[in-house]
């Protein structure tokens, strides 16, 4: 399903540069992460539950490729640490209980470049600097940062951005009650092509098919079994 050359060769560009990554320094220290992660709690408690739930289904979807090792321990830290940049954007437009406007929008577009320069001045975790650069690129190129487009964008961003918009549709927030799973996978079926990798869409579905999430939504079923 995903067999496509551009994707090995986009797989293949994110494997060498984290296994370089891997090599020249170590694996990213557990340290490292928890300090960061918590830095990301204490400003907005909402991202580490959805950073947790996240990085569980992305590791799933990853899995069902084949993934593992290093290239899945990147997706993983990279998927925790995504929104690690919203450490630098103002409390009063991250956490506003309402539609963000046009000019809102374009500052909390910062934290994706924000979160890649924070990560990339920590050697083990350099890995996942462009994974996280990339996650709101979309596959027809009318993302940020970089307006990347398809298969130029890293598999491992493609993946995390589906796998982020399925969680965010899925959790309450503020102004609005959260979709269903089947209401979420919809829209994503919707934005397939457009906004997200069909290919990610479609694996995503048959990995939430065959996963027991015993009929919850992922973010659930992750805090049921942390419990
Ligand atoms: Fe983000």
Known sequence: ??????????????????????KNAGLPSLEALKVLTDALEAKDSYTR???????????????????????????RYAALLHDVGKIGIPDSILQK??????????IIQRHAQIGSDLINR?????CIAPIILHH???????????GLRGEEIPLASRILAVVDALDAMTSPRPYRAPLSLADAMHELHRGAGSQ????????????????????????????????
């Open 122 to 126: 920590i050697t083990s975790l350099s």
């Open 49 to 75: 539950a959805h950073c947790k739930s996240v990085a569980h289904v992305a590791v799933l979807v990853a899995r069902h490729l084949g993934w593992q090792g290093e290239d899945l321990d990147c997706l």
């Open 97 to 106: 209980p309402a539609p963000l406007l046009p000019a809102e929008y374009e």
């Open 136 to 146: 709101h690129e979309r596959f027809d190129g009318y993302g940020y940062p970089h």
């Open 196 to 227: 997200f990798d069909p290919a990610v869409v479609s694996l995503l579905s048959q990995v939430l098919d065959e996963t027991v999430l015993d009929g919850a939504v992922p973010a659930a079923a992750v805090e049921r079994r942390a419990a």
């Open 1 to 22: 399903m995903m067999g496509s050359n551009h994707t090995n060769h986009s797989k293949s560009t994110t494997n060498q540069h984290a296994a370089a990554a891997a």
